[in-house]
């Protein structure tokens, strides 16, 4: 089994960044494809970004594209989502979710491993 532990999450102003990580425990996921999810109030969870598992591979929804970056660094069993001019339509629950897979997904039904979230609030 793997756990997944979210953090970085807070309260930012609408143009500022926020990173967040997730820490996997339980079994190395240097051989995991890794992505991350959101989802906001009254809104069915959506796509964000995935990694490959060797970081060559990387994918991003439309609307992130060119502000966000996703990183993993597998000798610490870690995943990023570095957050730059941050929309406050980005206020969502964050999900990081990992598939031991030789590339990445794009699809939330396609990962095995969910964590809890982390909250991220962008005021205008």
């Known amino acids: 089994q793997v756990q997944l532990v979210e953090s970085g999450g807070g309260l930012v102003q609408a143009g500022g960044s926020l990173r967040l990580s997730c820490a996997a425990s339980?079994?190395?996921?240097?051989?995991?494809?890794m992505g991350w999810f959101r989802q906001a109030p009254g809104k069915e969870r959506e796509f964000v970004a995935a990694?490959?598992?060797?970081?060559?591979?990387?994918y991003y929804s439309d609307s992130v594209k060119g502000r966000f970056a996703i990183s993993r660094d597998n000798a610490k069993n870690t995943v990023y989502l570095q957050m730059n001019s941050l929309k406050f339509e980005d206020t969502a629950v964050y999900y990081c979710?990992?598939?031991?897979?030789?590339?990445?997904?794009?699809?939330?039904?396609?990962?095995?491993?969910w964590g809890q979230g982390t909250q991220v609030t962008v005021s205008s």
């Open positions: 990694i490959g598992w060797s970081g060559g591979s990387k």
């Open positions: 979710a990992g598939v031991r897979s030789d590339y990445a997904r794009v699809r939330g039904d396609e990962y095995d491993y």
């Open positions: 339980g079994r190395t996921v240097s051989r995991y494809a």
